[in-house]
């Protein structure tokens, strides 16, 4: 894949090539990933970004290895520091979720067990994987909520998930999942339960934790603020493929898919001129069972043209990959005069 | 800690206060018939008649016939059966308690042991074979009457094929107490134990396996296969657990009505002289004194059944503790 | 505007919601949604209401309405008091002011199809004979946007964009003058939320509407509102045009509000952010004096003890706050 053959200096640590996945119903087989790959690198932030029905959470779901319906169909490879993740027995997976990569959830509050207490919950992953005794899993515990800016941890670890406020809970589960050093934190919207002010905060922590720990972020959302906050890349996804991708500046600030360009126009502005009305894309995104044949995005986009009836492959422009016919041929248009105002804007 | 706990005592005395009006009046108040005649008993003569009426106050305002009769029941527990003349109900009652309990614990421990293991495996295996055939084994148990079943095994076990290796330590019907011969109470307990659980084992499996299975729909059965947890600590820290709450409300009501009488027809089948075929016999001879006893014994397990329920509940689920 | 007459009038309303148990540890608990709240809604404007969960702004919009009781306070619709009036007495009034939810599928019966479902106002109103009733349908569908063909389709086959025009299509049903819409695009995806908010627009347009308009997301309420309300702990903290509140934030909240604000800036970078420490407070126990100090970065000795009032900065605004903040400060820079 031609992401690899980037020169970076950082080394690869999570290598996904190819990832089908499907599920078999009485309908057919129903596609949700579609020949996906990507790579995270060590101590960076990747954002997977896509609306309802993108297939970004199955992606992380499939990273972990937690599709548990068996009917589900994966194929592909994800080469985690070498070891194809898809090829593991159960007990070696088990062995690398939770010690390798973690994994943090939308809603703190259904994503932890009601009836234990915080600091319980944060000793039984560490003690899943380190050979701790009670008293010294606790400790670790209280330290790490004390890492996450709970205020005053110890009492905090005492805690059901229900007594928590919802930044708090978050907070608790970003400890519990860094507990064992992960390399790898994949965050699921972890922030979209959140008031505006606490996901602010909580945006702040993870951004740290590659400083503070080494993780690097794989980090789910529908959001292209939060994407832009905290990402060193981005990939956009669109109905079960990869649309576009590329360093975040570039993919904000010079969108090549014209989905992206979509997406962006779509978010009312907080700055400068506001736009009589929206540019918004028409419809809505399709459903894993009514996805269009050839480019999935064609019967949204405002330039459709013949060729997309066939399905375009990732193409590259410098830094940056559109899975669009129109990326064939260097930037669009519409990229140069949105990279033009954008970095009129910031200035 | 202190308060929680008297304002439970003092629900669940105000409970049985309003169960023994509501008793009271059925039979005390019903407009058209002489209580006396219905606390006599059929063929009563008109001096029994006069004695009864008497006794219990029925020639004074309401009120003070209930303070009668609620005195005759607790404290100076002295009301008689009329059909076995001079048959204390309070002391026969006492006595034919640890009868039912015996019967009630053993049962309940057998059905709350193996409806926990049917329901963990099948939802462990949910949509497979063994899923399946304990469900369908489960719907078996539901549907098998108590009384059948306790026939076909008396039938089995008493003669047919009492004298194989396999029946031949099962006692004649009867109970013997647990102080005078343990091992005999244990050996004549069994099959009433096994044929009362059987139907409580498909219920409770069932239910806990509807649950089981909603658990694992759960997101934090997904945090806790991320965390690297084995899927039989999934199972039994995590998925258990949290799916207990309904086992436990259905656990507390039927075992308070079992014990209250309501294993009456188990009772009367492997002839156990418990509370349950005390209520059948006095149901038959339409002893009212005794209705009135058995019921009034049987709200109490419920009630308080219903308190201990209560208290399984803040232990199993602190938001529950939170609320109150 | 000043010289215009409100279409809708809150005045210093309060509305207290009894939780807990007389019967539980802790008994009956007060929870104060909202605390001496007055606004004025005129006609054509729309306003915005924005906050963080628990700011009591759809408590509000369900106030003004009168879906709730208020406990004080007085509220006006067209120059008529309606604090007071019984749900029976409101029913004619409920023609002229309707309201549309985040969800709209949990407020649409699954079992009736969309024809019936948006003619039922028209029905229970009793004015329209069928003939009637079918024309303005199709007007309506017209409205929204969406085939007229749908009519005979059930709810669960359209998208979430799809119901909640129909939503909307339901609620504009007998031409009321005023619309609240609670959060009305807050579950869609970023690209239905933009044909949403146009069609909000449209709509006001063309059919001279008024709106409530509630939401957490400032970009929104930035786009769509004429006037906007910032809420916090059950309190209206600074009120005034749209652009002048986002871009020169008087009270403290707002600005931190702004700042928090994620925005898709490529060379977006949190650092540069002023971040609001710790979350608000409960509303069943809100702090003494100015109920934002307890987090507010310029907070003094005065604002744990005195409960600011709402006051007129004179540029049509108003702010709750002992010591705004200089109107230089623009919020992001």
Redesign the interface.
């Known amino acids: 894949m031609p992401a690899d053959q980037i020169p970076n200096t950082a080394e690869t640590l999570l290598d996904v090539q190819d990832l089908c996945v499907s599920f078999r119903s009485e309908r057919g087989i129903i596609r949700i990933l579609e020949n996906v790959s990507f790579t995270v690198r060590a101590r960076e932030i990747l954002s997977i970004v896509g609306e309802s029905g993108s297939g970004k959470s199955m992606t992380s779901l499939a990273v972990m290895r937690l599709i548990t319906d068996p009917n589900a169909i994966i194929t592909g490879s994800i080469t985690y520091k070498g070891r194809d993740l898809l090829k593991l027995s159960p007990r070696e997976m088990r062995d690398l979720r939770g010690r390798e990569i973690a994994m943090i959830f939308q809603d703190p509050m259904t994503a932890m067990t009601p009836v234990y207490t915080i600091g319980w919950q944060i000793e039984e992953q560490l003690r899943a994987h380190q050979d701790l005794s009670r008293h010294a899993a606790r400790a670790r515990a209280v330290e790490l909520l004390g890492e996450m800016g709970v205020p005053a941890p110890a009492k905090a670890a005492t805690r059901y998930p229900h007594q928590l406020s919802g930044g708090l809970r978050q907070r608790a589960m970003i400890a519990m999942a860094l507990s064992c050093n992960p390399s790898l934190l994949i965050a699921d919207e972890p922030t979209t339960a959140l008031d505006v002010t606490v996901q602010a905060q909580i945006l702040e922590l993870l951004q740290r934790l590659r400083t503070d720990f080494g993780s690097s972020v794989m980090l789910i959302t529908h959001d292209m603020g939060v994407v832009a906050t905290v990402s060193d890349r981005v990939m956009v996804m669109y109905s079960g493929i990869i649309a576009e991708r590329g360093p975040k500046p570039d993919v904000l600030g010079q969108p090549t898919h014209p989905y992206t360009l979509g997406l962006l126009h779509s978010i009312p502005p907080m700055h400068g001129e506001k736009p009589h009305r929206l540019p918004s894309i028409p419809g809505s995104p399709p459903s894993p069972m009514g996805r269009p044949p050839g480019c999935p995005f064609q019967p949204r986009c405002e330039f459709r043209m013949d060729a997309c009836a066939t399905r375009p492959p990732l193409f590259r422009n410098g830094m940056q990959e559109a899975s669009c016919w129109l990326a064939d041929k260097g930037l669009p248009d519409w990229a140069h005069e949105r990279a033009i105002r954008t970095t009129g804007e910031a200035a | 800690m202190l ?2 706990i008297l ?1 439970r005592l003092s629900e669940m005395l105000f409970v049985m206060f309003g169960i023994s009006v509501v008793v009271f009046l059925i039979f005390f108040a019903t407009p058209g018939a002489d209580p006396s005649a219905r606390i006599a008993g059929r063929n009563a003569t008109p001096e029994v008649l006069a004695q009864v009426r008497h006794s219990f106050g029925f020639d004074q305002p309401m009120p003070v016939q209930y303070l009668k009769v609620m005195e005759k029941l607790f404290v100076s527990r002295d009301l008689t059966s009329f059909v076995n003349r001079g048959e204390r109900v309070i002391p026969a009652v006492v006595e034919a308690t640890p009868v039912t309990l015996s019967l009630v614990f053993g049962a309940a421990v057998i059905w709350v042991v193996f409806a926990i293991i049917m329901g963990m495996i099948a939802a462990a295996t949910r ?1 497979g074979i063994p899923d399946r055939l304990l469900m369908f084994l489960g719907l078996v148990g539901i549907s098998m009457p108590v009384f059948w079943v306790g026939s076909v095994a008396n039938l089995i076990t008493q003669s047919r094929f009492h004298n194989t290796w396999l029946f031949h330590w099962v006692p004649g019907l009867g109970y013997t107490p647990l102080t005078q011969h343990p091992f005999l109470w244990f050996k004549g307990l069994v099959i009433p134990w096994v044929t009362l659980a059987i139907l409580y084992i498909g219920l409770y499996g069932r239910v806990l396996r509807a649950n089981l299975v909603e658990a694992y729909q ?3 059965i ?9 899927e039989s ?1 999934i199972m039994l ?2 998925a258990l ?2 799916s207990l709450i309904t086992f436990v409300s259905m656990f507390g009501l039927d075992f308070g009505a079992l014990v209250g009488g309501g294993a009456l027809l188990t009772e009367v089948v492997f002839n156990l002289p418990g509370v349950g075929r005390l209520t059948y016999l006095a149901l038959q001879s339409l002893d009212l004194p005794f209705i009135m006893a058995t019921v009034m014994y049987s709200s109490f397990f419920v009630v308080v059944a219903n308190a201990v329920v209560d208290i399984a509940y803040a232990w ?4 529950v503790r ?3 | 505007m000043s010289t215009a007459k409100p279409m809708l009038k809150a005045d210093s309303v309060s509305k207290t919601f009894k939780v807990g148990s007389r019967f539980r540890a802790g008994g009956i608990q007060h929870l104060h949604a909202l605390q001496d709240v007055s606004i004025e809604v005129y006609p054509g404007e729309i306003v915005g209401l924005v906050g963080e969960s628990g700011c009591g702004k759809s408590t509000l919009g369900r106030c003004l309405l009168r879906l709730y009781d208020v406990n004080d306070g007085r509220i006006t619709f067209k120059d008529r008091d309606i604090t007071g009036l019984s749900q029976r007495e409101l029913r004619p009034l409920r023609a002229d002011m309707q309201m549309v939810f985040q969800d709209p599928y949990s407020s649409l019966n699954p079992r009736r199809r969309v024809g019936d479902l948006i003619a039922e106002p028209l029905r229970v109103h009793g004015k329209y004979s069928a003939g009637d009733i079918q024309t303005r349908l199709r007007e309506l569908m017209d409205l929204v946007n969406l085939s007229p063909d749908f009519l005979t389709r059930f709810p669960h086959e359209f998208s979430g964009g799809q119901r909640q025009r129909i939503g909307i299509a339901r609620a504009i049903a007998l031409s009321p003058s005023l619309i609240v819409a609670d959060e009305p695009v807050s579950a869609l995806d970023v690209s239905v939320q933009a044909q949403i908010v146009n069609l909000f627009m449209d709509l006001q347009e063309k059919l001279g509407l008024t709106y409530v308009f509630i939401a957490h997301d400032l970009s929104v309420v930035r786009q769509i509102a004429t006037r906007t309300a910032v809420m916090y702990l059950g309190g209206i903290v600074e009120l005034g045009e749209t652009d002048r509140v986002l871009h020169r934030p008087a009270h403290p909240y707002t600005a931190a509000l702004i700042s928090a604000v994620p925005e898709p800036d490529p060379h977006g970078n949190i650092k540069a952010r002023t971040i609001l420490r710790g979350e608000p407070p409960s509303p069943t126990n809100p702090p003494s004096g100015c109920r934002f100090h307890t987090r507010c970065p310029v907070a003094q000795d005065r604002c744990s003890a005195e409960i600011p009032r709402l006051r007129s900065l004179g540029d049509n605004r108003s702010v709750a706050c002992h010591f705004p903040l200089d109107g230089s400060v623009a919020a992001h820079a």
């Open positions: 308060l929680p304002r949509g759960e997101d934090f997904r945090t806790a296969r991320a965390k690297g947890l084995s600590r820290r995590h657990r949290t199993l689920d602190p938001r939170d609320a109150r």
